[in-house]
């Protein structure tokens, strides 16, 4: 099967071509840039909380908002209810916590963040 052409890099000033958006030299500065603008990107990462995300969807293991409208949907997503906003004692409150599928939490999290017009600063201003 033919493979699509491959692109210039867009980091600017590099000829490299590539088939993603840049190379794999500058796919790694582009990645530690955007992570260091995540800051509790590390909670996320932690075993605490993959275990409590195993323990959530283990004990919920239907998608919330879904079951309100009547539908049957496995939860694949781990959901604060309330936005920690950096609140470590939030962020690991096991009662903020729901399970969503995927299409349900992206939804949710599109609304608070603004992406939908809507500027709300769920990590600060």
């Known amino acids: 099967m ?10 600017p000033g590099c000829p490299e071509l590539t088939e993603g958006r840049y ?3 500058h796919q790694k500065e582009m990645d530690r840039e955007y ?4 800051p509790y990107k590390k909670l996320y990462n932690s075993s605490r909380w993959q275990g409590l995300r195993r ?3 283990n004990k919920q293991p239907l998608c919330v ?22 609140n470590v004692d939030l962020f ?3 009662n903020n916590l729901q ?16 992406r939908w017009k809507r500027k709300v600063y769920t990590y600060g201003p």
């Open 23 to 25: 190379c794999k030299a």
């Open 92 to 94: 690991w409150d096991e």
């Open 35 to 38: 992570n260091s603008n995540r």
């Open 55 to 57: 323990y959530v969807l």
């Open 99 to 114: 399970s969503l599928c995927k299409s349900c939490h992206d939804r949710k999290t599109a609304k608070e963040d603004g």
């Open 65 to 86: 908002e879904c079951l309100k409208a009547g539908v049957v949907t496995p939860a694949t997503v781990v959901d604060h209810i309330e936005p920690h906003k950096g």
């Open 2 to 11: 033919p493979r699509k052409p491959k692109y210039p890099c867009r980091y």
